[in-house]
Antibody, heavy 125, light 107 residues
């Protein structure tokens, strides 16, 4: 059964750049899309970005200018880079595997399973 | 803007049926997905494409859709079902949207 594990710095200073990696084990990274989410303390889920194994990407419009998502199929991992961090970016960051399906009448459908356990990122000086 | 709206909280006694709704104009033309998130844990997919249940999800969880509203039904609620439940959909540009979440409390 595929497993996902996030890794990252834990603590980042304001204005600095966050780099997170999601390692995929017990399954191939090909033929799916791969996504990042976050959850601020006491808040709901927020989607950040996803990437297909082809390299095609899609970003949350509200965060797009600060984001870069990439994938390394040879290492079975994908990564997120977020610039200009502030305290508002303090959150648990999750990675997940996306399942996608295209319908002529309604376009793309995407849903996510499984998810990694999440990694807490605190932005503080 | 496209939004998904959920009732913030639902409370039921054990053995009763809980119904959690998610509404939004987007849902009249796009599928909804449901996730369960227990305290301190990662989300788990419960329902996909409005009413399909992944393997391993108990059949007391079911989903339905009518117009601009989708409903997650938990039949015979158990104490272990106490959690936050989120609906999700995808707009025409591929942007992922979540509802604000519903806290299910088992009395």
């Amino acid at each position: 059964q595929v497993r996902l594990q996030e890794s990252g710095p834990g603590l980042v200073k304001p204005s600095e750049t966050l780099s997170l990696t999601c390692s995929v084990s017990s399954g191939s990274i090909t033929n799916y899309c791969w996504s990042w989410f976050r959850q601020s303390p006491g808040k709901g889920l927020e989607w950040i970005a996803y990437i297909y194994d082809s390299g095609s990407t899609h970003y949350n419009p509200s965060l797009r200018s600060r984001l870069s998502i990439s994938i390394d199929t040879s290492k079975n991992e994908f990564s997120l880079r977020m610039t200009s961090l502030s305290s508002a970016d303090t959150a648990i960051y999750y990675c997940a595997r996306g399942h996608s399906d295209f319908q002529d009448t309604s376009g793309w459908d995407i849903w996510f399973a499984p998810w990694g356990q999440g990694t807490l990122v605190t932005v503080s000086s | 803007s496209l939004e998904l709206t959920q009732t913030p909280s639902v409370s039921v006694s054990p053995g009763q049926t809980a119904r959690i709704t998610c509404s939004g104009e987007l849902l009249s033309r796009k599928y909804a997905y449901w996730y369960q998130q227990k305290s301190g844990q990662a989300p788990v997919l419960l329902i996909y494409k409005d009413s399909e249940r992944p393997s391993g999800i108990p059949d007391r969880f079911s989903g339905s859709s009518s117009g601009t509203t989708v409903t997650l039904t938990v039949s015979g609620v158990q104490a272990e079902d106490e959690a936050e439940y989120y609906c999700q959909s995808v707009d025409s540009s591929g942007t992922i949207l979540f509802g604000g979440g519903t806290k299910l409390t088992v009395l």
